[in-house]
């Protein structure tokens, strides 16, 4: 069967998306995220692995990064032809295998043997993409390749691959605090300089403490701001107007569900999915009730788990399972469920930065947020995170973490209910707590430390900002050191 589309039709839309050929300019942002210093990395070392596979929801910057990768490689002198960015997305290449792709590049372009570096966005779009990534690995042209995705199905199918060593992957999450920080341009903090981490703090010194306090106070005017929307890169800088929140709406939520979920998931009822994620939305950080919810939209509790399953598939959602003291899982688990970022959840219910918003929405919004942080500093410590329900009073712990040889707690404290009656306290006097984070909204300026008189728990009292913004920073460092 001959090709739809002639290679000279082929080769026009590749020079559209590769501008450095013809030595035109990359229009890209000068703030690099953490993420580019690993792909930097990646692209020259000279024995590392072939394919650096990231992913992450859409909207998170993957885009942004693969091109800032491509101007930095023209910027340090390299060939600009030997530079490939492909959109695999685009209808043209969706109709072409990449060994087609590559061919017509190789070709016309860059011949072989001369090595290249292959930027591949959205790689799960690609035409048999099982076999194509797959393939990719074993190539013997000296390719060095960036990957992306937005539902997670390439790196699940390489970990079943003997390829060991010759792939890697690392998620891209949404924009930390410090990251929108800096993006703006108003970090209180020199970046690359070291804080102390947010456990430190309760084994540092009283003066230490305010010390660090005070450096850090200026960001919490910032926060609301970042909970409207700072978490998304295309946002953070604009103060989230409201055109630009209705097209990443439309962008994240719409293109996710409508195209990589019937994509990869094969026809389903795309009202019903919307339905369930701006249900997610509303009760982000709440346990998710299966059989409750699929009664009250008359669904199957099967297809409602599967639902969720997809959503956390294309990085819309995580969950978190119910732990016991010993951070080992609970038979028949109720997830805690959470929306990935606060901007996304911000984005769908049509809040901004000015809303006056009820407890219940301050509480969904700032939970989500210290999810989104606290396991983005953990899991790649392969730390045991969930949250933890007291069988007595039904009370939850926001999210609990097993790792690094101690246990931390993460409380979300409104002031309603005194410490002495709070799960804390409970889950504090089953196990050996090293610090119990009791976080707020407002309250003193000031981080207060103290202990319980018979507890060995250090309880430390917090604003959101303070919090978030010391996880971000610890995430950024770990970026840099490549862990």
């Given at each position: 069967?001959?090709?739809?589309?002639?290679?000279?039709?082929?080769?026009?839309?590749?020079?559209?998306?590769?501008?450095?050929?013809?030595?035109?300019?990359?229009?890209v942002?000068?703030?690099?995220r953490?993420?580019?210093?690993?792909?930097?990395?990646?692209?020259?070392?000279?024995?590392?692995?072939a394919?650096?596979?990231l992913?992450?929801?859409?909207?998170?910057?993957?885009?942004?990064?693969?091109?800032q990768v491509?101007?930095?490689?023209?910027a340090?002198?390299?060939d600009?032809?030997?530079?490939?960015?492909?959109?695999?997305e685009?209808?043209?290449?969706?109709?072409?295998?990449?060994?087609?792709i590559?061919?017509?590049y190789?070709?016309?372009?860059?011949?072989e043997?001369?090595?290249a570096?292959?930027?591949?966005?959205?790689?799960?779009?690609a035409?048999d993409?099982?076999?194509?990534?797959?393939?990719?690995l074993l190539?013997?042209t000296?390719?060095?390749?960036?990957?992306?995705?937005?539902v997670?199905?390439?790196?699940?199918?390489?970990?079943?691959?003997t390829?060991?060593?010759?792939?890697?992957?690392?998620?891209v999450?949404s924009?930390?605090?410090?990251?929108?920080?800096?993006?703006r341009?108003v970090?209180?903090?020199p970046?690359?300089?070291?804080?102390?981490?947010?456990?430190?703090l309760?084994?540092?010194?009283?003066a230490?403490?305010?010390?660090?306090?005070?450096?850090?106070?200026?960001?919490v005017?910032?926060f609301?701001?970042?909970?409207?929307?700072?978490?998304l890169?295309?946002?953070a800088?604009?103060?989230?107007?409201?055109?630009?929140?209705?097209?990443?709406?439309?962008d994240?939520a719409?293109?996710?569900?409508?195209r990589d979920?019937?994509?990869?998931a094969?026809?389903?009822?795309l009202?019903?999915?919307?339905r369930?994620?701006?249900y997610?939305?509303?009760?982000?950080?709440e346990v998710?009730?299966?059989?409750?919810?699929?009664t009250?939209?008359?669904?199957?509790?099967?297809?409602?788990?599967?639902?969720v399953a997809?959503?956390?598939?294309?990085?819309l959602?995580?969950?978190?399972?119910?732990?016991?003291?010993e951070?080992?899982?609970?038979?028949?688990?109720r997830?805690?469920?959470?929306?990935?970022?606060?901007?996304?959840?911000?984005?769908?219910?049509?809040?901004?930065?000015?809303?006056?918003?009820?407890?219940?929405?301050?509480?969904?919004s700032?939970?989500?947020?210290?999810?989104?942080?606290?396991?983005?500093?953990?899991?790649?410590?392969?730390?045991?995170?969930g949250?933890?329900?007291d069988?007595?009073?039904?009370?939850?712990?926001?999210?609990?973490?097993?790792g690094?040889?101690?246990v931390?707690?993460?409380q979300?404290?409104?002031?309603?209910v005194?410490l002495?009656?709070s799960?804390?306290?409970?889950?504090?006097?089953?196990t050996?707590?090293?610090a119990?984070?009791?976080?707020?909204?407002g309250?003193p300026a000031?981080?207060?430390?103290?202990k319980?008189?018979?507890l060995p728990?250090?309880?430390?009292?917090i604003?959101?900002?303070?919090?978030?913004?010391?996880?971000?920073?610890?995430?950024?460092?770990?970026?840099a050191?490549?862990t």
């Open positions: 069967m001959p090709p739809l589309f002639s290679q000279a039709e082929v080769l026009r839309v590749l020079q559209g998306f590769n501008p450095w050929w013809s030595g035109r300019p990359v229009p942002p000068s703030f690099h953490a993420a580019f210093a690993a792909c930097r990395a990646h692209v020259e070392g000279m024995r590392q692995r394919v650096l596979l992913s992450g929801m859409r909207g998170a910057g993957k885009t942004t990064l693969l091109l491509a101007d930095d490689l023209v340090r002198q390299q600009p032809r030997s530079i490939l960015y492909l959109s695999v685009h209808p043209i290449f969706a109709t072409l295998p990449l060994e087609e590559l061919r017509i190789r070709a016309t372009i860059h011949p043997p001369r090595p570096v292959l930027l591949l966005d959205e790689v799960h779009y035409r993409w099982d076999t194509q990534v797959k393939a990719l190539d013997s000296g390719y060095k390749i960036i990957a992306t995705e937005s997670r199905v390439i790196e699940g199918a390489l970990v079943t691959e390829q060991v060593g010759r792939w890697s992957a690392s998620d999450p924009l930390s605090f410090d990251e929108f920080l800096r993006l341009g970090d209180p903090v970046e690359g300089e070291v804080l102390p981490a947010a456990a430190d309760a084994t540092m010194p009283p230490a403490v305010s010390s660090l306090c005070a450096r850090i106070e200026s960001v005017p910032e609301r701001r970042y909970l409207a929307g700072g978490g890169p295309a946002l800088a604009h103060d989230g107007d409201a055109t630009g929140r209705r097209l990443l709406h439309e994240i719409e293109r996710a569900l409508r979920v019937a994509l990869h094969g026809p389903r009822n009202d019903d999915l919307k369930l994620f701006m997610l939305c509303v009760h982000s950080g998710f009730r299966v059989q409750r919810y699929a009250a939209v008359g669904a199957s509790p099967s297809t409602v788990a599967s639902h997809l959503l956390e598939q294309c990085f959602v995580k969950r978190l399972p119910p732990m016991d003291t951070g080992d899982s609970i038979e028949k688990p997830h805690k469920t959470f929306v990935t970022d606060a901007s996304l959840r911000s984005i769908q219910l049509l809040e901004d930065a000015d809303d006056r918003s009820s407890p219940e929405d301050v509480r969904s700032y939970v989500t947020c210290l999810a989104r942080h606290v396991i983005r500093r953990y899991e790649e410590s392969f730390a045991k995170i949250y933890w329900r069988a007595r009073t039904l009370r939850d712990l926001d999210i609990v973490v097993h690094e040889g101690r931390l707690v993460f979300f404290d409104d002031g309603t005194e002495a009656k799960p804390v306290i409970g889950f504090c006097r089953r050996r707590v090293t119990a984070f009791l976080v707020t909204v309250g000031r981080i207060e430390v103290t319980a008189p018979d728990t250090v309880f430390i009292q604003r959101a900002a303070q919090l978030a913004y010391l996880l971000g920073r610890e995430e950024t460092a770990r970026w050191k490549g």
